[in-house]
């Protein structure tokens, strides 16, 4: 079954257009990797794309948003199979801007356009409810579909609003976006509470209860280590880089990166290319600079992929859309990585991380029932 699957990934690869050299042993090794090994993007935001699309906005079901076809996006079908994605976490991303008009009300809303499309492709999508549907889906040749929240503001400083979330099958959140909440510090913004305020611990507290990953990108590094002092499960950052490349403020202090040893965490790394480099232009080397980087200091468990497709406007040179994914573990490969530990970056090491979270879950729901605690209760908030 594998070997069918890897054959018709190779076919699928050239026919799509993306031409990679058919000699290179490099890229001979990174086809290999990924079709024995689910590839697991951390963050894509096609249904934002889809939602802010300039001619048919919200609109799944427009001709111009047919994945069946080459879309205006990072994102279609043929392109994914090119790529060999056997695992997507769709970012269902609500803007802190929203919570003018209601940011569960957006939420919902981003929850059902990604719905939408997984369920318009039976043959191509299955949404992952728990990490061994990754590889059950993945063997049978379809690209595992998970859902991920990004901005915790969107649950309205619910406890009961983050479970009716999970419910419809968000697999993770990121505490916070560019702005700061009234429970969590971000990274781009004004910090008001030195990291997590007593809510927010048990926001993550009932993240780990659930099973819900905590994904810690946007976060400020006081967040980070707050999060890291209170989880029981492994964090994410579902889409970052390494500070200790790349000083900016949405990427992971090395201090940080040594913690995740102990956790079990994974940064998953990002194409955004302002976090890459501060030159003009990014490269798919200085990716892989990044992957090197957080593998050295962290582990070589602890680092992923989470590209961003579909939520950046530039992308670096070599990784220009959903389609290049083999290219950056060919040269991964030409810089020494064995193939056990590409196939660890390209999802072993966040499905382990899932696995755990679960793990972790199931001991704590025998130990304790779901949090009713309010943040009117926990941080003092009136009205809350």
Known sequence: ?????????????????TVYGQDDPHMARAMRVLSTSPLI????D??????????????????????RETTPFHTDIARLRAGMVGGQFWSVYTPFESTSEGAAKVQLEQIDIALQFID????????????????RIFGAG??????????????ENSLGTLRAFYSMGVRYMT???????????????????????????????????????????????????????????????????ARGVRDHARNVPDQVL???????????VTFVPSFLTDKAEATIADVADHIDHIAAVAGVDHVGIGSDFDGITET?????????????????????????????????NVLRAWQEAEAVARRLQRERPPSTKTIAQLDGIIGQ
Do not use: C
Request: charged fraction near 25%; avoid cysteine; glycine fraction near 8%.
């Open 175 to 241: 505490l916070t976006h560019n702005g700061t909440l009234d429970w969590a510090d971000a990274g781009s913004d004004e910090a008001r509470h030195d990291g997590l305020t007593e809510f927010g611990r048990e926001v993550v507290r009932e993240m780990n209860h659930m099973g819900m990953l905590v994904d810690l990108s946007h976060t400020s590094p006081a967040t980070m280590n707050d999060a890291l002092d209170v989880a029981e499960a492994p964090v994410i950052w579902s889409h970052a880089d």
């Open 316 to 348: 670096p040179v070599g990784l220009e859309n959903v389609s290049t994914f083999p290219a950056l573990f060919a040269e991964l490969s030409r810089r020494g990585w064995s193939e056990e530990d590409m196939r660890k970056v390209a999802g072993e």
């Open 1 to 17: 079954m594998r070997r069918a699957i890897y054959l018709l990934f190779v076919a699928l690869t050239f026919s799509a257009g």
């Open 46 to 67: 096609l249904p934002w794309a889809i939602r802010e699309s300039a001619t048919s906005p919200h609109d799944v079901q427009a001709p111009e948003h047919n994945l």
């Open 41 to 44: 993007d951390g963050h894509n």
């Open 120 to 135: 318009k492709y039976p043959d191509v999508f299955e949404l992952a409810r728990d990490a061994s549907d990754v590889q």
């Open 258 to 268: 040594r913690r995740l040893a102990e956790n079990g965490g994974v940064v998953m």
């Open 142 to 155: 379809r690209i595992a579909s998970m859902l991920g929240m990004e901005g915790g503001h969107a649950i």
